[in-house]
């Protein structure tokens, strides 16, 4: 996964202004945000509540899952954090739930200590930046997409990221995986056609449970879990 040169340096350089940029976002503000993202969340990704869902700690000023993903658990899901295992080799997944022994891994971020490995059924994945057909830059190790590219079957990618994450481009390579769907506060979008199409909820849970079933994910609710 080795970048050309330019295309390296174009994304440090893009990657470091939209950090800047999220961490500068007043705290109201982002707290605005991220209660639309939750909403959107919610009311389109409920079905999730019996798969396996793979989340981020939040980091650097990114959209919390937190909230969320404990809701899915209380309804039947399970959860996972990832854990990086080596440099250039995917990321392992490992369950996690409120009060479980956390210990520092990458980026000082806490993961699970000793728990399952597990294989997500889909991937709540924050981005640095979101490109126009789903493309996401994230903090440059390439985890990710080698994870992604390796899973069977593929997961469901849900990127998370704020409207001020917006890139013409990351320019995406062969090896970068798109996301299925992106979710900013303003709505949900879904990959089609090589670009995103915003959707509603309702069209999102039918969406989201037609992947699942193609795919031979854990069956995903066809309500978005909304009884």
């Given at each position: 996964?080795t970048?050309?040169?330019?295309?390296?340096?174009?994304?440090?350089?893009?990657?470091?202004?939209?950090?800047?940029?999220?961490?500068?976002?007043?705290?109201?503000?982002?707290?605005?945000?991220?209660?639309r993202?939750?909403?959107?969340?919610?009311?389109?990704?409920?079905?999730?509540?019996?798969?396996?869902?793979?989340?981020?700690?939040?980091?650097?000023?990114?959209?919390?899952?937190?909230?969320?993903?404990?809701d899915?658990?209380?309804?039947?899901?399970?959860?996972?954090?990832?854990?990086?295992?080596?440099?250039?080799?995917?990321?392992?997944?490992?369950?996690?739930?409120?009060?479980?022994?956390?210990?520092?891994?990458?980026?000082?971020?806490?993961?699970?200590?000793?728990?399952?490995?597990?294989?997500?059924?889909?991937?709540?994945?924050?981005?640095?930046?979101?490109?126009?057909?789903?493309d996401?830059?994230?903090?440059?190790?390439?985890?990710?997409?080698?994870?992604?590219?390796?899973?069977?079957?593929?997961?469901?990618?849900?990127?998370?990221?704020?409207?001020?994450?917006?890139?013409?481009?990351?320019?995406?390579?062969?090896?970068?995986?798109?996301?299925?769907?992106v979710?900013?506060?303003?709505?949900?979008?879904?990959?089609?056609?090589?670009?995103?199409?915003?959707?509603?909820?309702?069209?999102?849970?039918?969406?989201?449970?037609?992947?699942?079933?193609?795919?031979?994910?854990?069956?995903?609710?066809?309500?978005?879990?909304?009884?």
């Amino acid at each position: 996964m080795t970048l050309p040169p330019e295309i390296a340096s174009r994304r440090k350089a893009e990657r470091a202004a939209l950090i800047a940029r999220r961490r500068a976002a007043p705290a109201a503000e982002h707290a605005r945000w991220s209660a639309r993202i939750e909403a959107h969340l919610r009311q389109g990704f409920g079905g999730l509540e019996g798969m396996i869902v793979g989340f981020c700690w939040p980091f650097q000023g990114e959209f919390d899952a937190r909230p969320f993903v404990r809701d899915l658990r209380r309804r039947g899901a399970r959860a996972a954090l990832p854990v990086v295992v080596g440099k250039g080799q995917p990321l392992e997944f490992r369950e996690w739930w409120p009060g479980v022994a956390m210990i520092n891994g990458v980026y000082d971020l806490p993961v699970p200590d000793g728990t399952a490995v597990v294989r997500p059924d889909a991937l709540l994945i924050p981005a640095v930046g979101i490109g126009p057909a789903g493309d996401r830059l994230g903090y440059g190790g390439g985890f990710f997409d080698r994870t992604l590219a390796q899973l069977e079957p593929a997961p469901i990618a849900v990127g998370l990221a704020f409207e001020l994450s917006r890139m013409p481009t990351s320019e995406p390579l062969a090896h970068d995986v798109l996301m299925d769907f992106v979710i900013t506060e303003t709505g949900i979008e879904a990959a089609a056609g090589g670009g995103l199409e915003r959707i509603g909820a309702e069209e999102c849970a039918r969406r989201v449970a037609g992947l699942a079933e193609v795919r031979g994910l854990a069956p995903a609710r066809l309500d978005g879990g909304r009884s």
